[in-house]
Structure formats: C-alpha cells, structure tokens
C-alpha cells in the first residue's frame, strides 16, 4: 500500500501561484510513477502532469504546459506542483495519484493504483 497526502490548496487570484505537495508513505519503492490529477464539478478527472519516480521526467497536459512544474524530493518522499499564472478554468480538486506499473498511458486515470485524498484549489477572477 501507498498512502499520499495532498496539502497547498486553497484561494488565489487569477495570475496568483499556490504550490502543492503530495507526501508519499508506505510502500514507496513500489512507485512508477506520480501524477497530478484534477477535477471541476461537474466534468471529468483530468491529467494535469507526471513525473517519473526513477529518472525524473515529466510530462504536462497541454493546458498547463510552460505555467505548472512538476517536481520531486526523493528523500522526503514528496511530489510538488509549482502553479503559477492561475486562471479560474484551473480551479478545481487536484489529486495526486501513484503508479505501480509501466502498463497504460500515464495521462489515464485508470492506470492509476492509489490516490490521495484531495486539495481544493480556487480561483478568484
């Protein structure tokens, strides 16, 4: 098992930052991979980024390519989303999600095998 714990949701203007943690626990060296995952009411759960426990790559959903940067601490344990240049369409529960195996596209929510509880992030205009 791998338990993750979001934190750094909460409200900001538009073209504000916030800054997300995802702290993992358990059993870690398990992790393929990390997500950030995001969900409006009323939509969908969306990709918002990746990175790669192992080597450190990342990948970014097109609509926060170049604002948000995905990063990592190996020895805390803890995924970071730097978001910067918020927009209100960017408002949303962000979860962070952990990946056991290679299989699937990192960008499908299903391929995913633990997931944390949750941050709000508003978004004032």
């Known amino acids: 098992q791998v338990q993750l714990v979001e934190s750094g949701g909460g409200l900001v203007q538009a073209g504000g930052s916030l800054r997300l943690s995802c702290a993992a626990s358990?059993?870690?060296?398990?992790?393929?991979?990390l997500g950030w995952f995001r969900q409006a009411p009323g939509k969908d759960r969306e990709f918002v980024s990746v990175i790669y426990w192992s080597g450190g790559s990342t990948g970014y959903a097109d609509s926060v390519k170049g604002r948000f940067t995905i990063s990592r601490d190996s020895a805390k344990k803890t995924v970071y989303l730097e978001m910067n240049s918020l927009k209100p369409e960017d408002a949303a529960v962000y979860y962070c999600?952990?990946?056991?195996?290679?299989?699937?596209?990192?960008?499908?929510?299903?391929?995913?095998?633990?997931w944390g509880q949750g941050t709000q992030v508003t978004v004032s205009s």
């Open positions: 358990g059993r870690t060296f398990s992790m393929y991979a």
């Open positions: 999600a952990a990946k056991t195996r290679s299989y699937g596209t990192e960008r499908n929510s299903q391929t995913y095998d633990y």
